[in-house]
């Protein structure tokens, strides 16, 4: 079986100061990795994922993430933050192509200062 | 595109009533539909995986019974929470898987929130 730790439940951010959300996750075989945002009563919005090739992965709102795979690792990063980008971010993995069966991290709460 | 819709957004019921949830892929056909539990400030758990016209696959330690799947149609899956009780409070998010031949993803709905008094 696999999971996702998100060791940081809260993170607070001045506006336009850089951010790094924290990912780890642990599975016996290969995985496709995944951040989702979560805005306030609003579903979950696709950020980025990686399924294979460059580890360096762009996403939407100027997100960025990067796999590492020895260090099971894979942290959101965006260079200047917006009070927009106040939300709930998830990390999630999955072992199998095409999205199925998602395991999900606790969340990070992302909170922009002005 | 890529639209998941959820029906009611919210709703409250007395204990011992059964609310049934519906979510619709608005404009994409899914084949399959996965039903999430979020508990407050806790991650989504995924309860069980739906497939169209067929019955669905529920992850352990979900009542079959409590929480019934139907997946009619490409676009819309229900589930219903029976006999519901408080402990069945809670945040249900659902997903709808669109396949193409460049990528795979699933869109999530916005989730119904359950309060069971």
């Known amino acids: 079986a696999q999971s996702v730790t998100q060791l940081d439940s809260q993170v607070p951010v001045f506006e336009e100061a850089p951010v790094e959300l924290r990912c780890n996750y642990s599975s016996s075989v290969s995985v496709y990795l995944f951040w989702y945002v979560q805005y306030p009563n609003q579903g979950l919005q696709l950020l980025l994922k990686y399924l294979s090739g460059s580890t360096l992965v762009k996403g939407i709102n100027g997100f960025e993430a990067e796999f590492n795979k020895s260090q099971t690792s894979f942290h959101l990063r965006k260079p200047s933050v917006h009070i927009s980008d106040t939300a709930e971010y998830f990390c999630?993995?999955?072992?199998?192509?095409?999205?199925?069966?998602?395991?999900f991290g606790t969340g990070t709460r992302l909170t922009i200062i002005p | 595109g890529a639209v998941v819709s959820q029906h009611p957004s919210w709703v409250i019921c007395k204990s011992g009533t059964s609310v049934k949830i519906e979510c619709r892929s608005l404009d994409f056909q899914a084949t399959t539909m996965f039903w999430y539990r979020q508990f407050p400030k806790q991650s989504l758990m995924l309860m069980a995986t739906s497939n169209e016209g067929s019955k669905a696959t529920y992850e352990q330690g979900v009542e079959k019974d409590k929480f019934l799947i139907n997946h009619a149609s490409l676009t819309l899956s229900t589930l219903t929470v029976t006999s519901a009780h408080p402990e069945d409070s809670s945040f249900y998010i659902c997903?709808?898987?669109?396949?193409?031949?460049?990528?795979?993803?699933?869109?999530f709905g916005p989730g119904t929130r359950l309060t069971v008094l």
């Open positions: 999630a993995v999955s072992v199998n192509f095409g999205n199925e069966k998602l395991t």
């Open positions: 997903s709808a898987r669109w396949f193409r031949a460049s990528t795979d993803t699933q869109y």
